[in-house]
């Protein structure tokens, strides 16, 4: 990952790929996450997210990380969160309301900061990853679960000839290879979605699917 890349976006507010609604794929599946109320729930690379705020609604506990301190920082001041910055291990953190916010690098991200959760949300992780990070990626998050641990994982499909990430196409076969032998997949549903993604559509894609998949930690 292009650390400097991503720092640049947020820093010039550059994040067409932010929405403002609870993504579908995660109100339509979450139940099979199979969460309790009160439990911690993952979500990586976080910005953001509106994401945040359902899942918190839902009665958990909200862990996230993320690279750039203005994302954070502008989730904080939007939602008028009240809280704080901890410096814990390796990684700054904002704590408040349920949340547990840290800022930095993923791969510092131990199993201890996430309070036991066994439950993952990624909607724009795996796709920001080059393809030469994405087994680091997959590794590093076999890591921080336990055995039957869940991630609802959304992905795209798209002709990178037309262009190249991020978000990066990364297809159902590649899924495979990069989690199968970590994690059982369960294909979940996929759509034709390029009318919501302008920003690629802009750069010259053409079609793009957008689909769900369901891994279990072995």
């Known amino acids: 990952m292009d650390e400097e890349f991503w720092l640049a976006r947020w820093a010039k507010n550059d994040i067409g790929f932010h929405k403002n609604e609870p993504h579908h794929y995660l109100q339509r599946f979450f139940d099979l996450l199979q969460v309790r109320d009160g439990e911690s729930?993952?979500?990586p690379l976080c910005g953001k997210s509106r994401d945040l705020l359902w899942l918190r609604d839902q009665g958990l506990h909200v862990r996230g990380i993320e690279l750039s301190r203005a994302a954070l920082e502008a989730f904080v001041n939007e939602n008028q969160l009240s809280g704080e910055w901890l410096s814990q291990a390796a990684l700054p953190?904002?704590?408040a309301q349920g949340y547990k916010l840290y800022c930095g690098d993923f791969f510092k991200l131990?199993?201890?900061?996430?309070?036991?959760a066994r439950a993952v949300y990624d909607r724009g992780a795996v796709?920001?990853?080059?393809?030469?990070?994405r087994a680091r990626y997959a590794r590093h998050l076999a890591a921080l679960l336990p055995s039957g641990g869940r991630v609802l994982m959304v992905s795209?499909?798209?002709?990178?000839?037309?262009?190249?990430?991020?978000p990066f196409s990364v297809d159902r076969q590649e899924l495979e290879s990069l989690f199968g032998p970590?994690?059982?997949?369960?294909p979940l549903a996929a759509e034709d979605s390029l009318r919501s993604h302008q920003g690629l559509a802009a750069r010259g894609v053409t079609q793009l699917t957008e689909f769900a998949v369901l891994l279990i930690r072995r």
Request: aromatic share 20%; charged share 15%.
């Open 182 to 186: 970590a994690f059982l997949l369960e």
């Open 41 to 43: 729930f993952f979500v």
């Open 127 to 133: 796709v920001a990853f080059p393809p030469e990070m």
């Open 156 to 166: 795209y499909e798209y002709d990178q000839s037309e262009t190249m990430g991020p």
């Open 110 to 116: 131990t199993a201890a900061a996430l309070d036991g």
């Open 93 to 95: 953190c904002y704590c």
